[in-house]
């Protein structure tokens, strides 16, 4: 079972931040306005701060427990540069974490990867998108269904 020692930090950085980029690829896939906003942040929060306490995988639980550790935020990458495809940055920066964890701890990869399109799955979950007024709308829009579905296939996984 790996830990943050058995990265380099450019590495630990790629993967801490990666749960947080899956979460965002929701949120930017389908803005929900600002009280959907708030309830998406919020599930993604509480997707990462969950496994400190309970995840079996350690490497889940040694990134869990430095976002807490950081409050609640980990140290994202720049992604800037990619403001006109902001959703293909997000999952090629996921792609890019779950391939460290694939090379450096095999045995993780697949729970790390799985975790990361569960973290977008909640996200999604966390607030309707359309209506008016709370009225009407649906959980998960198509545009969040593809999000993940896209995240699941570039990560080699089934959807949550």
């Excluded at 929900?32 to 942040?41: I, N, R, Y």
């Excluded at 359309?130 to 990560?155: C, K, P, W, Y």
């Amino acid at each position: 079972m790996s830990t943050e020692n058995d990265y380099t930090p450019e590495e630990w950085k790629a993967i801490s931040a990666a749960p947080v980029m899956a979460g965002m690829l929701v949120s930017t896939s389908d803005l929900s306005g600002p009280v959907g906003l708030a309830k998406e942040s919020f599930a993604i929060g509480k997707a990462l701060m969950e496994p400190a306490s309970s995840a079996p995988n350690e490497l889940i639980k040694a990134i869990s427990e430095a976002i807490k550790a950081r409050g609640g935020m980990p140290d994202m990458p720049d992604l800037s540069s990619h403001s006109s495809a902001i959703g293909k940055a997000l999952i090629e920066g996921c792609r890019e974490a779950a391939a460290v964890v694939l090379r450096k701890s095999p045995t993780e990869a697949d729970e790390y990867k799985s975790w990361l399109v569960s973290v977008a799955t909640r996200t999604a979950n966390a607030s309707k998108e359309g209506g008016f007024l709370g009225i009407g709308g649906t959980l998960v829009s198509e545009s969040e269904n593809s999000a993940i579905n896209e995240l699941a296939s570039a990560l080699e996984v089934g959807s949550q």
